[in-house]
């Protein structure tokens, strides 16, 4: 069992960066990949970026160069730094911890933390 919390969402001109933290507690961090996901207003939740636990990392096509994921096994954290922000990044975003076990999946969700990307 793994629990999540996220913190770091806010309003953000365009152009502008945030960065998203993701604590984990409950369970060994350091075998979980790592991914933070979005719902936009009125679309369907999709990923953003992934961390694997080898430290491999993979990234939507819209988030590549702009957005970056790290985790720190030590602290139990995974961030999102995310630059030049375009409203389009608006959503309520949410980290995923997922481990696969016996063709057994174990996927857990934090309560999302808001980023809005506004004038």
């Known amino acids: 069992q793994v629990q999540l919390v996220e913190s770091g969402g806010g309003l953000v001109q365009p152009g502008g960066s945030l960065t998203l933290s993701c604590a984990a507690s409950g369970s060994i961090f350091s075998i979980y990949d790592m991914g933070w996901y979005r719902r936009a207003p009125g679309k369907q939740r999709e990923l953003v970026a992934i961390i694997f636990n080898d430290g491999r990392t993979n990234y939507a096509q819209s988030a590549k160069g702009r957005f970056t994921i790290s985790r720190d096994n030590a602290k139990n954290m995974v961030y999102l730094q995310m630059n030049s922000l375009r409203p389009e990044d608006t959503g309520v975003y949410y980290c995923?911890?997922?481990?696969?076990?016996?063709?057994?999946?174990?996927?857990?969700w934090g309560q999302g933390t808001q980023v809005t990307v506004s004038s």
């Open positions: 995923n911890a997922a481990y696969i076990n016996l063709k057994i999946k174990y996927d857990y």
